[in-house]
């Protein structure tokens, strides 16, 4: 294992790519990530890789389709209108079943908004705002290490399934700095070695084989139906295979809140200062946001009064929340917008106000 | 015997789904001939976007990828960078390439990406039904402007081979037609001039086809040749734009 | 003897007449009685002996419907 | 469990992101716990800076801090506008080179440094950030000297590594003050 | 009321917008709503209107917006990956508080996907993809009258709430033909008259007032944070007041479909078929996609069995379904997917073994 | 005493965010005044889309709307569209106009939209600090591009103007900078011709003004005017490349 | 209630398309409930085009149907893909112009008329459309005569408006055959 | 007497030099010692007898701080 190292968290997940094995790069610049492409734009080249600062957002995609469709590994950032601007890239990369690791540095919004971090996003990185029926996994970090580990191991997985995968962090992940520990850089793997592991990839038929072809369109309706279906297998799979999630004394609380990212790291410090007024109070935490860690919720125990969902964005996760609650307890919300982040104090105030109208 | 001429086998022996007449099977044909004879057809990656072309894929005897609407020299610049040595093209029509996908060829042209372009000029937008395209010529008939394309209303068709040939990365533009024997054969050699600029790294090379479209036209295939003639070519002059001295 | 001779794929065919049109011996014809399996009326030789085997009409067919020959 | 956390604040160029960065790096080479957490986005531009640094020998859960146990404020807008963050009994140093008002509040523990003119007579006025930082060492502790001057080292650009031995001179001007 | 037409769908989709007041019209071809722009590009100059085939959908949706920013009404249309172009405009517009009434023929998807109807674009209508907190009313017709009417009615809804607003059609829709009653023409208002209507539209200070701006950058969080507060009142006042539905024999009825657009007319027959089979349905149509009408959900007999989400779209409808029912029934799903539409025969089939399953 | 010169009341009395020397404020003042002096200005819609310039609502006295970045273009052709007696104009950066808005300006000028373009090219990134621009030049440092640009990876600069003056719609083009005051004086004219275009319904027209961003060149202003001027200009040449014969 | 359910199939340009809108129309001025769904995309160049029409007395729910009572085929391949699409006892018209084959089934009622040949014999092999019509009104019903007439005014586009009478007389063709 | 003369809003004044550097009389110049509300130091003339009122400054200043005149 290497050394700590203190990094800007943009840097550090533009390393934990590289080591990972991305080695193309595509993007165009939008705040709080600029520190990716810049990062990308010096050390990409070092290990034969290639950066390329996209005309915009949406040519970034179709690059990031182009670049992983021979087999190689892209790695994509931007921050939410620029990810708005993806959206029918996404989805044609679902349908195409083309792996790509995308990372969302969210802001405030809605529109050009600001640039302060926000969670706005969830909605957008979990429901999706392409057409059709598909579903990219969204992983949901909340520090700079874990930030760097699921980016680190989110290329397999988007190699495993052929679907393209989303981290999303938020503006202050981005910009703080943490001690990190990298991961060791992936074996780099030959031409034929790649082509071995990814017998779809295009490469050219050599006169070896049929021509293939990567495609999106299915004009024959059964046709399309059939590929949705097996698309849909494995979005079942991923539904069994990938929900992630971490837990802090829900058993005897009465109190659970449900945050993810930056905002769990402010609950948890509420927690704290809540026991301090003797009222108990745990957190779920959704590593995965989609799928959602539905599971989580059977962990709650039955004398628990509220569960709150903590977001910096106006409900969104609720909504997810509220369904795998189902009814068992009230659901109530917490929450800044914009760009304004609540203080652990904030947060502990406001649970105190929700638990004593319960009460 | 001497075979004169043959079918290419970098077509796959299969029927087509064009119009009858519809010069897109010329223009594949020669693409393909040239990959041939470069030797190229194993080692080449085509990206075919939306449009009557889209499924180029079942024709053509290479490694194909689908793209969205006017995005395929965004998608043949990634290809391209993630296999430096491989050949990489991408076959466009005109409501693809010089509408929906404008700032993406103007910008593959900007950074030089080494890859070819096969423009397909039928000023038409074929596929969705013969809507206005910024190809398609004044007085022309489209079923967004049936009584013809106005200039007031739509400005003046956009001549993309003029437009290009100003960015220096692109190094090789040259415009042609399919209307005639002679013509075919020379777009065949400007086709096979662009592979060879992308063959020897010298920039992006953009080969403009008058095509014809004789169903959204109205026109049969034969007067269609006609028309493209009598009325593409005055405003959409034949020739090469730009031509690296070492392919001239 | 012709000094050329073409081979028509019928089945291909979509009765366009661009080969007709740029056959410069004028021996091509849509043949109006036949029918091929796409429901075209295909391509047919008027005139085999007049074929000068120059390649035109495989030239202009989009479709590879046409293969061209010539004696050495 | 120590728990330290700075709230650093003043014009841009003043070095306010350095000089949490130094102490951030320091804290890592101690093997503490550390967040650093800098203000971003173009209010940067010729405006103001200000950054978070928390130090702890337990896990950090929140970089975002409630109150400060340390304020650093190197001009006037920056006491007037964090003057409040300051925990009872936590710190302030003022850089009194720039900083004319007095501290309000009576529950904290007061450091008038004039940092600004102290790095002039050393013979770079940049090196305000330094000097705070000595200071701070001094006056509420946190990490080691040597890890401090381990960090300073790190965090010089190779460009300006001429520059350490000044740098290291500033750690100590506060005693001239 | 004027005597009945029969009317292709797309065509009486334009007409409603044009004679509810709709003279602007920005474009891009794709199928299945090609009709739409071709028939405004003749129709609209007749009314003193202006049709602008655009270069691309992301123009399309900035010019509507630069047109309907002047106060003037404006209507937008295209099909599934064309609305995920969209998406970045569509944000932008709900945080500039530009109303636009839009419409999507949907498709089948994802991806380029197929050319035949479908309803996979539910989650890309009511949960958007565009960043940020922000909401678009969506409308779902069954028929042809029914659009047009609710395109009519949309305008007034956009321009009420300042917000875009979404009729999600079918290709289906479409493309058919049934005899349509079309509405009168709104009165055209003088330029005057909508500047009193629309203080906010900017028509040039005519060095008589103040300049003003119509922005969506706030750089400062607390300044987004207040202005999506005051988005979120709207939003909360849509939720309110817009909710429609329809409910068809749900008193008494053992199974209880949840179905709209195209789809509730196949189960409106399908529920026919069962009747003649001995077992009763009934059904739930929501007009309104967002915001749904959970209060609908209150009108089933607690004796029913099962309510199933009925779609062109693999489960998407059913997460608002399960949300509302709120564990009260079992929820289940039937659906063709990729542009295949079931038969009546096929659903009713399909539902009955659904119940014996549960029965 | 005569008054030899005074701020516009086209200015709102504000101090503008823009860095010390940042020629944004020269061009923003250029425009006002010829619209003063035009009596314009209570009857113009600008349109400022995202960069260092989106605030410019706040210091320009015209009823101004923002845009998403790069599409300015579009929306202004949406506003004109909805108000055929007004004044539209669009003030964009390079970034901006010449990289994801390519798509945009180009079909604007190709529609020949009847708005004006005021385009800031300053050779980089400034809102977002100082990335490569698809104008900026060989050798030039950014921090998307720490070593210079490269042609082989980046391709050569864009130039805007060159690029749209094949454009028929495109009916007025002039390169201006603001680097010197018989140059500034130049761009006074180049804008207010520009508006006089539009005035007259002739069509787009665009004025491309070399400006500096001493911030991100990490020079002086007074030593950006001289890098200006003694490396932005003989790339990009000064002078007019369309203007129609009703306003020479 | 009576409810018809046509399905119309055959080659692109054989006005299929036409057929279905005609009847429609003629539905429509009667009063009737009426929907008309065509087949619609790529398959149409130069392919098959199809459309279904439902007439009824009664509100119609759904435009899609499970099974015909009327099928319409006007070329071989149409009999083959739909002929199971029919009802037990509903009605195949048969274009015997274009289609040798028989009707496997023996539980529907069969009417071959040779539409294409009668269209010709009258001046215009496209009238085999409206031949077929004036067939279908005859053995079918659905709709009055008159309706038919002046649906028949109602499609025709202006520029075909000297077509109307050759039409009308396609509408009694069949009982040539 | 001076054939020009300017006026100097020193609060909107950034520092930046660019009237210094253009004044044909070189009688422009920052002044160090005096800082403005938003921290910059703002120009001042060092000579206003030699004003020639050729309007550069203000031309050439982005910020609008200085206005101009001269003597009819
Ligand atoms: C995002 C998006 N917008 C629109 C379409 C619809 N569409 C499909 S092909 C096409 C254009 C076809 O015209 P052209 O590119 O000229 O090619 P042609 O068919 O004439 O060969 C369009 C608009 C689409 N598929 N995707
Ligand atoms: C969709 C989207 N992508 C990226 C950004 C980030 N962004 C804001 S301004 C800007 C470019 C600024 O450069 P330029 O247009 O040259 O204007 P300048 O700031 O130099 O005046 C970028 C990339 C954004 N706001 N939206
Ligand atoms: S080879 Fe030449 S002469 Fe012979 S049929 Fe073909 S075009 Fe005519
Ligand atoms: S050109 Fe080809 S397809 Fe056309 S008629 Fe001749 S042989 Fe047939
Ligand atoms: S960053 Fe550059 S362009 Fe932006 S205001 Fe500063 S100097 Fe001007
Ligand atoms: S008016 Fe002319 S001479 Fe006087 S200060 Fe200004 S630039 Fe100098």
Redesign the interface.
Known sequence: MEEKKLMKGNEAFAEAAIRGGCHLYFGYPITPQNEIPEYMSRELSKHGGSFVQAESELAAVNMAYGGALTGHNVFLSSSSPGIALMQEGISFMCSAEIPVVMLNISRGGPGVGGIQPGQADYRQATKGGGNGDYHVPVFAPASVQESVDLIYDAIPIAERYRNPVMILADGMLGQMMEPVTLPEHRAVRSEAELLAEKPWALNGHGDKRERMVIQSLHLKPEELEAHNMHLEEKYQSMRKELPKYQIKNCKDAEIVFVAFGTMSRIVNEAIDQLKTEGITAGLIRPITLWPFPEAAFDEIDPSTKVVISTELAIGQMMEDVKSAVAGRFPVELIYRTGGMVPTPMEVARRAKQILEAIR | ???????TRG???V????????????AH?LVMEVLVEKGL?????G?SP?GCS??S??Y????????????AP??????????PN??VFTYQGD?DLA??????I??A????ELFTTIFINNAI?G???G??A?TTLIGQKS????DGRK?E????P??IS??LA????AVFVERVALN??AN??KAKKAIEKAFTVQQMGLGFGLVEVLSTC??NWGL???DS?TWLEENMIPYYPLGNFRCPEEVK | MAKGSIRINIDKCKGCELCVASCPKKILKIHDSTLNAMGHHPVSVTDKENCTGCGICGLMCPDGVISVYRED | MATHKYFFAGFGGQGILMLGQIMAYAAMIEGKEVTFLPSYGPEMRGGTANCTVIVSDGPISCPIIDQATCLVAMNQPSLVKFESLVSPGGHIFLNTSLIEQDVARGDVIVHPIPATDLARDIGEERAANIVMLGAIHKMVGGVKRESLEMALKKVLPESKAHLLALNLTALDAWKQK
């Open positions: 015997m001497k075979t004169v001429f043959e079918y077509m796959r022996p029927t087509t789904t064009y119009c009858p007449g519809c010069t897109h099977g010329i044909r057809l194993g080692d080449t990656i990206v939306i889209i499924l894929h079942d053509m005897n290479v490694d194909m990828c689908e793209s969205a609407h006017g995005r965004a998608v043949a610049s990634g290809i391209r960078r993630a296999l491989k050949t409501g509408s929906i996908g404008a700032g993406e103007i910008h042209a900007h950074r030089g937008y596929m969705t039904g809507q206005m910024p079923t967004t402007g049936v200039k209303i739509s400005g003046m956009l001549r003029e437009l100003t960015i220096d990365g005639t024997p075919v054969r004789p169903t049969s295939p034969v040749m």
